[in-house]
């Protein structure tokens, strides 16, 4: 493990992108659904775990964190008449195939996977005026993680996938201390006769104005407890603080 310098040069850039051309009005709730949540959570997925919670074989993954979807912490399948069309997202596709793929399912049609974000969690996310549209809601999901830069920050970090195991208190320290709020991290549990635990999944919170806030609760009540991939066979969970963490950087590379 090595040691976590880090250096957060960029996050005063961070803070003040997101914010920039912020007014309050923008944030007027347009009905009632986002009153049952308070916080949204921007998943990125590690492509390599995912593949290995599958039966799929997938063709080379990307080796970068992908978006997995951006949840409104206690709300799913608010409008069941706002079906997804990909037409009004055909600016963004590029943008989309890059950094949203469908990690599991690349050779099909790759549409599905956010007709199922969008019917799922973007008709609940559409509750804020900033929000609702398919448009805004993939367009401002993209532009969150593009401002968030996970990958560059783990890089800066020094922790890059491979061979290496992690600590995960030192995995959370990293991003902590850069980010100023607490991520929720998940992992896949050891295989049976294994000792390390697998990471899959990173989600960062937002408040409803979209700027970054603990996943926590600092009341300690648990919005929203769990938004596992169904798509494979296994299941993450939150990672266990105490277990050594692989970081794969490869399907084959490890079994
Ligand atoms: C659901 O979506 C449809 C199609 O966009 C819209 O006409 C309708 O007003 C929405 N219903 C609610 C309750 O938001
Ligand atoms: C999909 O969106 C496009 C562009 O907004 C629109 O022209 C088209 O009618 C929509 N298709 C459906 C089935 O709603
Ligand atoms: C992909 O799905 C969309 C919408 O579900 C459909 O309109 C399109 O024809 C499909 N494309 C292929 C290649 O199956
Ligand atoms: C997140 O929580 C930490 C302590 O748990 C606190 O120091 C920090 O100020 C919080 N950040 C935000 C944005 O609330
Ligand atoms: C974490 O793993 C250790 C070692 O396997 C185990 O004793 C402990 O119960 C686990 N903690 C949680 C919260 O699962």
Not at 156 to 171: L, N, V
Not at 179 to 184: D, F, I, L
Not at 204 to 221: A, I, V, Y
Request: aromatic share 10%; charged share 20%.
């Amino acid at each position: 493990m090595k040691p976590a310098k880090l250096h957060c040069w960029i996050l005063g850039c961070f803070s003040v992108a997101l914010c920039c051309g912020c007014t309050s009005d923008q944030f007027l709730l347009r009905d009632s659904h986002s009153k049952s949540w308070r916080k949204l959570y921007l998943a990125h997925h590690w492509p390599v775990t995912v593949c290995k919670m599958s039966a799929n074989d997938c063709q080379d993954p990307p080796e970068y964190w992908t978006i997995h979807g951006l949840w409104p912490g206690k709300a799913e399948d608010c409008n069941r008449t706002w079906h997804f069309n990909v037409t009004e997202i055909k600016d963004l596709l590029s943008d989309m195939r890059r950094y949203w793929p469908d990690v599991l399912h690349s050779s099909l049609n790759r549409t599905q996977f956010w007709k199922h974000e969008w019917e799922k969690h973007g008709t609940c996310a559409a509750a804020l005026q900033i929000l609702n549209s398919q448009k805004k809601y993939f367009g401002k999901t993209l532009e969150l993680y593009q401002r968030v830069d996970l990958n560059s920050y783990l890089l800066k970090a020094g922790i890059k996938p491979g061979s290496t195991y992690y600590k995960m208190t030192a995995i959370k320290e990293a991003l902590t201390s850069c980010y100023g709020v607490t991520p929720k991290i998940q992992c896949l549990p050891p295989e049976e006769g294994e000792k390390a635990q697998t990471i899959g999944q990173i989600e960062f919170c937002f408040t409803k104005d979209l700027e970054l806030r603990n996943c926590t609760e600092p009341t300690g009540g648990s919005e929203r407890m769990q938004a596992g991939l169904q798509l494979g066979t296994g299941e993450l969970s939150v990672c266990n603080d105490t277990l050594p963490t692989y970081y794969p950087s490869q399907v084959q590379g490890h079994k």
